[in-house]
């Protein structure tokens, strides 16, 4: 899977993407991660990427056409989906997650907040994600969160799959039981019994019950 990302702030990829899992990753060549700056797709002297909204109003939006030439620079074919990150978008969800991981290619256009000429939306990506109901300044965050999220689902890049919905349930690890002072008394927090009982029926019943994902 290659991930290219088109932003105007490519630094702040930097650290995220070069730790741990994802640096493993793309050691072993699970993914790329292309990182690009959109400026680099602008003719004038100013590399504007931006202007004013047609009708007025505050801020400005971003132009179509260095996204489009950006989008196009990285080839893609059948097998690519792009993607442009907005909160007006289809909010992300595990399933989505699941589906994109399955793609060759996907390029992640990072709107600032202010937008983006809908005609991005119209007729260079092929969908449009949100990562939920607040406004963030752009989609680089969101852009980190999907590559994130669908890395995971991907076969290898955990070393064991299984683990890869881990969480679904409620865990617990030693000592038995932790002493705690609140409030000037000693309070003893205790794993549930359940789970020290070795009966696996019963386990599994209290894991479903105490489960998040499904
Ligand atoms: Cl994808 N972009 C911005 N700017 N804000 C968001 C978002 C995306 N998802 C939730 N809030």
Same mark, same amino acid.
């Given at each position: ?11 702040i ?38 202007d ?19 989008? /196009? ?7 690519? /989906?792009?993607?442009?990150?907005s909160? /007006? ?11 994109? *991981? ?9 709107? /600032? ?7 991005v ?25 999907v590559?994130?999220?669908? *890395? ?14 881990k ?9 038995e ?7 000037g ?28 994902l499904?």
């Open positions: 899977m290659k991930f290219d990302i088109i932003t105007i702030f490519p630094n990829f930097d650290g995220f993407l070069t730790e741990s899992l994802l640096a493993r990753a793309q050691k072993l060549g699970i993914i790329k991660i292309g990182i690009h700056n959109l400026r680099k797709w602008t003719t004038d002297r100013h590399q504007k990427v931006d004013k909204p047609f009708g007025g109003g505050v801020g400005m939006v971003m132009k179509v056409e260095p996204i489009f030439k950006a989008v /196009r620079s990285l080839r893609p074919d059948k097998k690519t /989906r792009v993607i442009l990150f909160p /007006r978008g289809k909010k992300l969800d595990q399933k989505t997650a699941k589906r994109l *991981s399955k793609y060759q290619q996907l390029i992640l256009i990072c709107g /600032r907040y202010e937008g983006v000429d809908e005609r939306a119209e007729y260079i990506a092929n969908e449009v994600i949100s990562i939920g109901d607040y406004v963030l300044n752009g989609g680089e965050v969101a852009t980190i969160v590559i994130e999220a669908v *890395s995971r689902m991907i076969p290898g890049f955990i070393a064991k799959q299984e683990s890869a919905l969480f679904d349930h409620a865990q617990y690890t030693r000592p039981i932790v002493e705690i002072k609140k409030g008394k000693i309070k003893r927090l205790k794993v549930p019994a359940v789970l020290l009982s070795g009966d696996h029926a019963k386990i599994e019943k209290w894991r479903k019950k105490h489960g998040a499904t």
